[in-house]
């Protein structure tokens, strides 16, 4: 595999993720990191052990040595940021939501065409091993026709009123804090299982916390605050708290939950598909165990064992059975395939059929999902389409 040269945009809580899961790869170098400015961007780069730091992504997109590009920025940055890198010719991979819009994000679909471009997005989910293999078992039929799929998404980051996040800001991370957040994971998540896309939502969108203390200077993502910070009080206007119902095409329907002032929950992603024959559920903080559920017989859960699963999906399995692989593998299987598709020079519209990673298309769509949501919560909560195209 010929080597790849990439960079880093945006350096937060996500940013060392991204470079922890490409230099498991072995052929990709991450060689420069950007932030807003060149102090915290030599800071994160002698951290990361990266070789360059530029104050601004301009100044990084204008490195002709970098082939790909990580956008890792607060959700307002992202369209401005994606844009440029498209101009400049890199390829990139964006972390989710795509756009603060599903507007921006078709906009941002429309350009990475443009351009035949890699582009990607980080639903990771995706690819932990038994989800693979859950999307297999269903394609063929295994739990029958799906009937109903449900499920929820919980953490408690966002528990106290000191609890704060740029998320939660309009402006910076859009119209939806949980649901933009998180709830687009559920989603695309239940999605890829089943193999069916979602046609119109119902729900109800609250703020628990109506007024947070807001740190007057910067804090990391998720971290708690500081005896001795400085707050001010913030008017929250953004949802903490989500129940969304859900139709799928093919007339299945669904219902999920999503909170991040839910004590005890620290990243809880659960989805349960029910079909005429079976049911299949998966829970990201069990990531080795997929619950089979039955009728006329007892119940079962297969453990990820890579000689147990379904042929597409035992790449996915880097352990043998018992050595336990989570969110950081899921993580490290995406960007595998996504650097593998670079390096082979693969072309994202003549080879789209060999894509097996989640495009700015799939962005697109996840954006659209809680464009509607947002959209039935303001009316009242009304059945509302969600409208692609």
Known sequence: MRRIRTGLIGAGFVGPLHVEAVRRLGFVEVVAVATSSREPAEKKAEQLGIERAYRSYEELLADDSIEAVHVCTPNYKHYEVVMAALESRKHVICDKPLGLTAAEA??????????????????????????????????????????????????????????????????????????????????????????????????????????????????????????????EDYVVTSDDLASVMVEFEGGAKGMFSVGQVCPGHKNDLQIEINGSKASIGWKQERPNELWMGYRDR??????????????SARRYANLPGGHNEGWADAFKN????????????????????????????????????????????????LWTDVEYE
Not at 298 to 311: Q, T, V
Not at 344 to 372: H, K, L, M, Q
């Open 334 to 381: 995406l960007m595998s395939n996504i650097y593998s598709f670079i390096a082979e020079g693969g072309d994202p519209v003549s080879d789209a059929s060999r894509i097996d990673f989640p495009t700015f298309e799939d962005g697109y769509r996840a954006n659209c999902v809680v464009d509607a949501i947002v959209k039935s919560s303001a009316s009242g909560s």
């Open 298 to 311: 007892a119940n079962g859960a297969l453990l990820r064992e890579p000689g147990l699963l379904d042929e």
């Open 106 to 231: 078709r906009a941002m679909r429309q350009r990475a065409a443009e351009t035949r471009k890699v582009n990607a997005v980080t639903f990771n989910y995706r690819f932990n091993p038994l989800v693979q293999h859950a999307r297999a078992f269903i394609a063929k039929g295994e739990i029958g026709k799906v009937s109903f799929m449900h499920g929820y998404y919980l953490q408690d980051w966002l528990l106290y009123e000191t609890d704060f996040s740029w998320r939660l800001e309009f402006d910076k991370g859009g119209p939806s804090c949980a649901v933009g957040d998180i709830g687009s994971h559920w989603c695309d998540t239940a999605q890829f299982m089943s193999g069916l896309r979602i046609r119109r939502v119902l729900s109800s969108l609250s703020t628990v916390v109506p007024v947070r203390k807001k740190p007057v200077g910067s804090r990391e993502a998720f971290a708690a605050a500081a005896s001795e910070e400085m707050v």
